[in-house]
């Protein structure tokens, strides 16, 4: 029995039960298809500065969405994205394009893709590039053919390979490659992935779709690129995810840094599954095996495969799309963040969403997760600089860090502590909350034993505002759990009820035995973007003070739990402003 007839099985009172449960875990970001048809083409009269970024990837105004088809090709980074170019929310969609040499500076160019063609009239929606074995890139992504939402794939390819910027592309008369059968609905089939080369000569890409409730990787193969094969049985798919937009895909090695091409297929290896959930607007991913035999992928037992799986980024982050980065021998995440605000204040302000700092990611030794680092290049921003060691935080104190700009901020620091003893009990009734809904009960003016302790960031002088981002250690059996938190509930005076200003959280799984941890926040304007023990949970935060602005923005360290509380080592920098995106200049679209 295929998807469509399946779900003719189902009422529409039990349809609507699933969904009003579903969105209750919303993680708060607008649907990045959500359309207002009255506002989507309203042309941007004046851009608000007060919270565009610094440093992070954004246009000079208007819409912005996931993050398309990065890659490295003869010496350049390219990066397309969703973007409006009428408006401050989405619609309009074209893909926008800009170039780079080191991921930090970047040359906008005209929107590489864009509705031109039968094949694509209503959309040019989500994609990946991939470097086929005579170093010609291709893309691959989602065209929507009619009103009723239907998607295909499609694929485009640089006008003229000579070009070091691949400024034109073409869609051949030959698309769509991929329609989906009587099996699939039509309208959640989207997204394909950076393909991959198998040792029987075939091509590999996964499509995210959904049946019923259950979210579907759907594989197809191909010898030629051209003509395409749905495999019988999806590649993974898990009951009660439903859709999964934005699949990545992608071998890592056990040992090591160091990147893999997506064909990579050796021995000291493991896999990783991405998803991005469709109806709570949060990713997950799992660490697993690629049965290249049956094509079939199987997460290991330590993952767990849904949505209160490990996650990239515990905050305000989707849409991720990785890339294998040939010139320095790693793979690079880049993800979206989008407006916590409301859709109002984006028309007001000319603009909305921005792009995460790229990341490099790697296996932990443990084997268990992912670890995600700033990209060095990052660092060359870096300006004036404060240090600060040894400095101890009794239970309440707090330390301005003073000399730099903290708007505008990198801030490294290294927590130790002596004892473990004040560790707090790890209620057993928090088991099955989300680590967010902890943060939200136990939150950084909560006084505990062994944290709270971290970062006041975004801070007014008289703390009216601030966006904390914390550890607290609770005493879980026997184990301990370590709770990191980036709480966006005082981040601003402002009181639009729909705003959403979240306690993000996640657990950090370190080892405690030296009695340290460490943090690492990017701080921009209306972004704070947090690692947590070098990586290995990262935060997301959009957020939008009203007095903590500019030069009137402050930066503490405190803390708040019983046990004291030492500053081992903090280093924090002024961060440059880059090269970005200045003008789109004159386009045809």
Aim: aromatic fraction near 12%.
């Amino acid at each position: 029995m295929d998807c469509l007839k399946k779900s003719s099985l189902f009422s529409l009172p039990i349809f609507l039960l699933y969904f009003s449960i579903i969105l209750s875990f919303n993680n708060g970001v607008n649907a990045s298809h959500k359309v207002f048809p009255g506002l989507q083409s309203t042309s941007t009269v004046d851009v608000k500065n007060v919270h565009r970024t610094g440093y992070h990837f954004q246009p000079p105004n208007n819409w912005i969405n996931d993050p398309n088809a990065p890659m490295y090709y003869n010496g350049v980074y390219h990066l397309f994205y969703q973007y409006n170019p009428y408006g401050s929310v989405w619609g309009n969609i074209v893909w926008a394009h800009s170039v780079s040499t080191d991921l930090i500076n970047w040359i906008p160019l005209e929107p590489g893709i864009y509705p031109s063609e039968v094949f694509d009239k209503y959309g040019t929606w989500s994609g990946s590039a991939t470097i086929l074995l005579n170093n010609t890139p291709i893309i691959l992504h989602t065209g929507i053919v009619d009103a009723k939402n239907t998607q295909v794939q499609n694929y485009a390819i640089p006008a003229d390979i000579s070009d070091p910027f691949l400024r034109k592309w073409i869609k051949p008369d030959n698309n769509p490659l991929i329609v989906a059968d009587v099996s699939i609905n039509k309208t959640q089939f989207r997204d394909p992935t950076t393909c991959w080369l198998g040792q029987d000569g075939y091509w590999r890409t996964l499509i995210g779709s959904v049946c019923e409730k259950k979210g579907l990787a759907i594989l197809y193969k191909s010898r030629d690129f051209m003509k395409w094969t749905k495999v019988q049985d999806p590649l993974h798919s898990v009951d009660g995810t439903g859709n999964w937009e934005c699949p990545d895909f992608f071998p890592v090695l056990l040992h090591g840094t160091n990147g893999l091409d997506a064909s990579y297929n050796k021995k000291n290896i493991k896999h990783v599954l991405k998803v991005s959930l469709d109806v709570t607007r949060f990713e997950y991913y799992t660490v697993g095996k690629y049965d290249t035999k049956k094509d079939r992928y199987i997460p290991d037992k330590t993952s767990i495969d849904g949505w209160k799986g490990l996650r990239l980024d515990y905050g305000n982050y989707y849409a991720s799309k990785s890339f294998y980065d040939l010139r320095k021998n790693r793979r690079i995440m880049w993800g979206w963040a989008n407006e916590s605000d409301t859709v109002n204040d984006d028309v007001k302000k000319g603009w909305a969403g921005i792009q995460t700092i790229p990341r490099k990611l790697w296996l932990d030794p443990s084997g268990k997760q992912l670890v995600q680092w700033p990209v060095e290049e990052l660092e060359t921003l870096r300006e004036q600089k404060v240090q600060l060691s040894n400095r101890k935080l009794n239970k309440g104190d707090k330390i301005e860090v003073k000399g730099i700009t903290p708007a505008q901020a990198d801030v490294e620091v290294t927590f130790s502590f002596s004892s473990l003893d004040k560790a707090e009990p790890f209620d057993p009734n928090w088991a099955n909350l989300y680590a967010q809904d902890v943060c939200a009960i136990k939150g950084s003016t909560v006084q505990g034993g062994l944290g709270p302790f971290g970062l006041l960031t975004l801070a007014s002088r008289n703390l009216e505002e601030y966006t904390p981002v914390f550890f607290r250690v609770f005493k879980a059996q026997d184990k301990y759990k370590v709770l990191m938190c980036s709480d966006a509930s005082r981040s601003t005076l402002k009181n639009d009820k729909t705003m959403y200003k979240p306690s993000f959280a996640g657990y950090v799984d370190v080892d405690l035995t030296n009695k340290t941890l460490s943090l690492r926040s990017l701080i921009d304007h209306s972004v704070v973007e947090s690692f947590g023990a070098g990586g290995k949970t990262c935060i997301t935060s959009r957020v939008y003070p009203t007095l903590a602005i500019y030069d009137n923005a402050h930066l503490f360290v405190f803390n708040n739990g019983t046990e004291t509380i030492k500053i081992k080592s903090l280093n924090a920098w002024t961060m440059g402003k880059p090269k970005m995106n200045w003008s789109f200049g004159h386009s045809s679209y």
